[in-house]
T-cell receptor, first 115, second 112 residues
Framework: DTGVSQDPRHKITKRGQNVTFRCDPI?????LYWYRQTLGQGPEFLTY????????KSRLLSDRFSAERPKGSFSTLEIQRTEQGDSAMYLC?????????????FGPGTRLLVL | ELKVEQNPLFLSMQEGKNYTIYCNYS?????LYWYRQDPGKSLESLFV?????AVKQEGRLMASLDTKARLSTLHITAAVHDLSATYFC????????????FGKGTRLSVIA
């Protein structure tokens, strides 16, 4: 068990550029979650997957955001035409679904700064 | 809309003192989670409380859950500097392994 990993850890981009983040969950976890956290706030849910199926998207997830989990393993989160308001820490978490009741395990996060 | 409220939001404690952080939530969820976050770091799971009356302890931290009152507490005993961090409580949006709704966090600072 190597934990949840995210790449990159930091990203600086100019407004209007596209960025893509990757998350590798713990291998046996079929549920994967994306959250966004701004300074001084708790994480806010963006979207989540069970295997490759995207089950729900938050209203926070504008049309500029898209997420995929093509083979039910790693996931990507893409932000198109970035805006300064997108600057935040993007956190990925995973856990087993089904009858298992346990915590969500969080990755180290990707810190995005849009200039 | 599900709401999770923590208080206090900021807490400055002297080493050796005891204190309690409160977490109120607006849903009927029977599960509650506590996490710790150090500055610039990700979230570390502390406790998962799964039923009414659940109590869990780890070191100087003890968490409890009262689902009827929709209240969880995180009690800190004889605080030490290493406990300085931000503590979040969270509940599932729906029943089952769904996304979490977090409180705003309690920023704890333990001073000598």
């Amino acid at each position: 068990d190597t934990g949840v990993s995210q790449d990159p850890r930091h990203k600086i981009t100019k407004r209007g550029q596209n960025v893509t983040f990757r998350c590798d969950p713990i291998s046996e976890h079929n549920r994967l979650y994306w959250y966004r956290q701004t300074l001084g706030q708790g994480p806010e849910f963006l979207t989540y997957f069970q295997n490759e199926a995207q089950l729900e998207k938050s209203r926070l997830l504008s049309d500029r955001f898209s997420a995929e989990r093509p083979k039910g393993s790693f996931s990507t989160l893409e932000i198109q035409r970035t805006e300064q308001g997108d600057s935040a820490m993007y956190l990925c978490a995973s856990r087993r679904g089904g009858r298992f009741v346990e915590t969500q395990y969080f990755g180290p996060g990707t810190r995005l700064l849009v200039l | 809309e599900l709401k999770v409220e923590q208080n206090p939001l900021f807490l400055s404690m002297q080493e050796g003192k005891n204190y309690t952080i409160y977490c109120n939530y607006s849903t009927t969820s029977d599960r509650l989670y506590w996490y710790r976050q150090d500055p610039g770091k990700s979230l570390e799971s502390l406790f998962v409380l799964l039923s009414n009356g659940a109590v869990k302890q780890e070191g100087r931290l003890m968490a409890s859950l009262d689902t009827k009152a929709r209240l969880s507490t995180l009690h800190i005993t004889a605080a030490v500097h290493d406990l300085s961090a931000t503590y979040f409580c969270a509940v599932d949006i729906y029943s089952g392994n769904t996304p979490l709704v977090f409180g705003k966090g309690t920023r704890l600072s333990v001073i000598a």
